[in-house]
Structure formats: C-alpha cells, structure tokens
C-alpha cells in the first residue's frame, strides 16, 4: 500500500533524534514518501540532509509565513512562543531559489494572520507572492499553510495562476474549501481528524480527488502525550475508509493517484 505523508518536520528534535526508528515504523505503516517541509534556511538546509539520507524523505524547502517577518515581529516586541531563528527576507527567499532544482516541492509557504499583525501583512504577503512565481517558473507543486487568511491566500494563488498546490491543514470555512478543491487545488487532511470535527466533516464532505493525507508532525498527534510521526497516516486512511465507506485498499489506492497528479510521480 504506498501511502505517504505530505506534510512533515522530521527536523524536529522530537523526531529527529530517533529518525532512524521514526522511519521504520513509517514503512512498516506502508508509507514510500514522506515530504519534509522547511520553514527557513536553517530548517530546510536540515531538511536537504535528510533527504539526501533517506530516499523516501522528499524535501521542500520553504519560508513559514511567521518567519518570514519575524524581524520586524521582534522589533515591535510582539509575543511568538516558537523558538525560530532570525532569517531576513532576501536571505530566506534566497535560500529557496538556489535550491530549487533540488527541491521536491516549495512549501511550506503562506499566510498567517494569527501571530502576525496587520500592519506586517503587506510584507508578509509580498514574501509569499515571490516564492508562489519562483515555484511557478520552477515547475514546482506548493504546499500552502495559512491561518485566518485563507481567503486572501487564494485570491493571490488564482492571481498568480498557481495551479499545483496542496493545502495543508485547512482551517477555513467548509465553503471555501470546496471553492479551493473546484478550483483543482488538493487539501490534507491531518491524523488527528478522527477527534476534530472541522477535519472529520472535510474529509467526508470535499471530493475525494482532492483529498491527501498528512500528519504535520510531530505536531496535531492522533494520541495526546506524544507527538505524532508518519506512520500515524495510516489513522487518516482508515477514517477514510470508514467515511467513505470503502475498503483501506482503495482509500489509499484514489489517494495515491491524487498524490500523483499533484506532484508528477508516484508516492
Ligand atoms: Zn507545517
């Protein structure tokens, strides 16, 4: 069964440290790829080395939507509670345009109207804008996160005319993500949505030639008290499965084959 995991932070010191361990159980869950995401320089230099390591981690490389103005976040004294290393504009948009040729994917990138105030929107906005066009010309998929301006992230994604993206975590309206998986964009789903109604209900409700998976680990665990890793994909699956109401075989089957048209191989 090849299933995958397109969102992951195997360069987290929770997984890292027992990577080793972390990915045997992943294949044993019968999963082939696993997308490393980046969020700045030093992460996706980290994610670049895993991957030349392992075959079965993918690495995108990406500029997280807090760290990219995380400078001017300090300046102003605003409260962001991840430990993130300071990395300017040019530097992190730099880092991902020298290696794009190595890059399975750009991700992830976006919006984040959470931690980020108003008043750094614009500059936020014109970072992710100049890694959408550089994946754009690279013919690379993207691997969107964005919370509370999910609308403003599409409109931008159609504007620029980004075709191949994956929507990681969605937390919007139901509505618009219907407009998103119309609009031929794909959403994952996380494996904890066994006990989150909003991703149980977009998991039975979007069509299912738009549906991934992902653990966006070792975040959002299926099992409170430890974090969640790769092989906890296989929970989403069978959700699926039991949603859908259709054998695990063929869950992973139709999702494989959305796997394939986002990103142009095989997981
Ligand atoms: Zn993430």
Redesign the pocket.
């Given at each position: 069964m090849p299933l995958f995991d397109v969102?992951a932070?195997l360069s987290d010191a929770r997984l890292l440290n027992s990577i080793e361990e972390v990915l045997k159980r992943a294949e044993e869950a019968g999963v082939r790829s696993i997308l490393a995401?980046g969020?700045n320089p030093q992460d996706n230099a980290r994610v670049l080395e895993l991957s030349q390591r392992y075959p079965m981690v993918k690495p995108c490389f990406g500029f997280?939507p807090v760290d990219a103005v995380l400078a001017e976040m300090r300046e102003q004294g605003i409260e962001y509670p991840r430990d993130a290393p300071l990395f300017d504009k040019e530097e992190g948009i730099g880092w991902v345009a020298e290696h794009i040729g190595q890059a399975f994917a750009v991700g992830?990138i976006g919006l984040d109207g959470h931690w980020v105030p108003t008043s750094l929107w614009g500059a936020q906005e014109e970072v992710f804008r100049r890694l959408v066009k550089l994946a754009i010309e690279a013919g690379k998929a993207i691997v969107i996160?964005t919370r509370k301006r999910e609308e403003r992230a599409f409109q931008l994604l159609k504007e620029l005319g980004a075709k191949r993206v994956n929507w990681?975590?969605f937390g919007g309206k139901l509505r618009l993500a219907r407009e998103i998986a119309e609009h031929g964009h794909f959403l994952s789903i996380p494996s904890n949505a066994y006990r989150n109604e909003a991703f149980r209900k977009m998991l039975a409700a979007l069509p299912r030639e738009s549906i991934l998976f992902e653990t966006?680990c070792p975040?959002l665990s299926p099992e409170p008290g430890r974090p969640s890793e790769p092989a906890d994909v296989l929970r989403v699956a069978e959700l699926a499965a039991e949603l859908w109401k259709e054998p695990l075989k063929i869950v992973v089957e139709r999702v494989s084959e959305n796997f394939t048209r986002l990103f142009g191989v095989e997981p």
């Open positions: 969102h932070h995401n969020l997280y992830e996160h990681h975590c966006d975040y």
